[in-house]
């Protein structure tokens, strides 16, 4: 799995109908910036409102999920959301001129193979992952339907259906690599039997629905009147199918692609929870609404696990920044380099880490016999970081100069030893002008806040 943040290289536009509402619709797929997230935006609507990729915003799951923000909707939103996880894509703004994306062929494939085109592109961010620590559960008693999400430190996904259908069986479908997405799991497309195709039909939805874009299962004989009534519903010359089998005799591309199918649907669904998952996903019998549920559980233990004033660094990742890169930023050099890499970096922020041991050469003449890092030590770190994230505005850091200007409100709450890691995070205040940078930071070790302050710095050309 990809530890940093990806979007895509260049725009890419898909075109085609909806499934339910038979709309046609263009929907371009742009790049956007780190922690940007997913988002869909209604371009035919007045305001171009924004509707943001999250569970919250779920409104209906009539044989499809359904998102709603400030008055606009967006329909079945699920096999558009599957193909940017399957691509491991974290950021892009996609914009709808309808209501609903193209059905295509009633699958990912297409939405994988343009998104694969316009290539994919890695950012200067790590991604937010939600580790599952202790297992989470979701039962539906009535229909038979249980989801579980377990520990483990990547993503796999397995799904089990059962119709009680002698043309599906009880059938099964795992992704235990998410690179395996584009050519295992994509391609497979939507169902449903033969008797639900009346009701669909009658209650306005499938208004797109064609033979082309979805297999429809039939488990019962079917008179020839029926088939000529599925003809003209289809606007077809003629269907036909065997005694049981699919409908026009279409070829499964999977002997499991229903299976396959629901597990794309999952995938999709969970990504509503708002945060790449690192969990092993076990589900019998899920649909759009179970799918729901169980994101909006994720998405709770999301929110419970999580202080948003401690940064969440996980040392097993690599670095944005390695010390060598640094370097060619900052000017400062031994024994004045007080960080040793940066995890996080966007327009708005930056985290890094300082290791503190006993051989810092401050310890010999700071406390000797009771070693403490010096508390204007920590605020050199905390500057050092912050210098990082306003550099990160130009082009061409290493032809700048950093300069410390105020530092407002400064606390030490703790003392800090050999052998603490210093976890240091510094947040813009305000937009940076004319050079200068206003920001809050606060260093941490472990989850004990232990130095922060209000800094400014300015940063001024070399050869000015």
């Not at 569970?55 to 909707?73: K, M, P």
């Not at 940064?311 to 920044?321: E, I, M, T």
């Not at 409100?409 to 603490?420: A, E, S, Y």
Request: hydrophobic fraction near 40%; glycine fraction near 6%.
């Amino acid at each position: 799995m990809n530890s940093k943040q990806h979007t895509i290289k260049k725009s890419v536009t898909v075109s085609g109908v909806g499934l339910h509402t038979g709309v046609k619709a263009n929907m371009t797929f742009l790049p956007a910036k780190p922690n940007h997230g997913i988002k869909f935006q209604r371009i035919d609507i007045e305001g171009q409102p924004i509707v943001d990729a999250d569970v919250d915003n779920v409104v209906d799951l009539s044989r499809g999920t359904t998102i709603e923000q400030s008055g606009a909707r967006v329909n079945t939103v699920e096999h558009t959301l599957a193909s940017l996880v399957g691509l491991e894509i974290d950021n892009v703004l996609i914009q709808l001129d309808g209501p609903e994306p193209p059905i295509m062929d009633g699958s990912s494939k297409m939405f994988v193979e343009a998104l694969m085109e316009a290539g994919t592109e890695e950012q200067n961010a790590l991604r937010n992952f939600f580790e599952v620590k202790e297992s989470i559960f979701y039962r539906e008693p009535a229909r038979n339907v249980e989801i579980a999400a377990l520990p483990l430190d990547d993503y796999r996904v397995t799904v089990m259906i059962d119709y009680n259908s002698p043309v599906l069986g009880s059938q099964h479908a795992s992704l235990n690599d998410i690179t395996q997405f584009p050519k295992e799991i994509a391609a497979c497309r939507t169902f449903c039997f033969l008797h639900e195709l009346e009701m669909l039909h009658k209650n306005n939805l499938i208004k797109g629905g064609d033979l082309n874009n979805a297999i429809v299962v039939v488990d019962r004989k079917v008179e020839e009147n029926e088939l000529e009534y599925l003809a003209e519903l289809f606007n077809k010359p003629k269907v036909e199918v065997k005694s049981e089998g699919i409908l026009n005799n279409v070829e499964l591309r999977y002997k499991n692609e229903p299976a396959r199918h629901k597990l794309l649907d999952m995938v999709g669904d969970l990504a509503l929870a708002g945060r790449p998952l690192k969990a092993q996903i076990l589900a019998a019998r899920p649909g759009h609404a179970a799918n729901v549920a169980f994101a909006k559980k994720l998405k709770k233990a999301m929110i419970s696990n999580n202080n948003s004033s401690l940064p969440q660094y996980d040392p097993k990742l690599p670095p944005l920044l390695n010390i060598n890169q640094i370097s060619q930023m900052l000017p400062h050099r031994y024994p004045f380099l007080m960080i040793d890499k940066i995890y996080h970096l966007d327009e708005s922020s930056v985290c890094g880490v300082k290791n503190v041991t006993i051989n810092e050469p401050f310890f010999e003449g700071h406390f000797p016999g009771n070693p403490v890092m010096p508390g204007v030590l920590q605020v050199e770190a905390m500057v050092q970081t912050g210098g990082i994230l306003v550099l990160s505005t130009v082009p061409d850091p290493e032809n700048y100069w950093t300069y410390f200007l105020a530092i407002e409100n400064c606390r030490f709450r703790k003392m800090v030893l050999p052998g603490d890691t210093l976890v240091i995070k510094c947040e813009l205040l305000a937009p940076i002008k004319r050079g200068i940078a206003k920001m809050r930071g606060q260093a941490y070790v472990g989850n004990h806040l232990v130095c922060e302050a209000t800094m400014s710095a300015s940063i001024v050309k070399k050869d000015t």
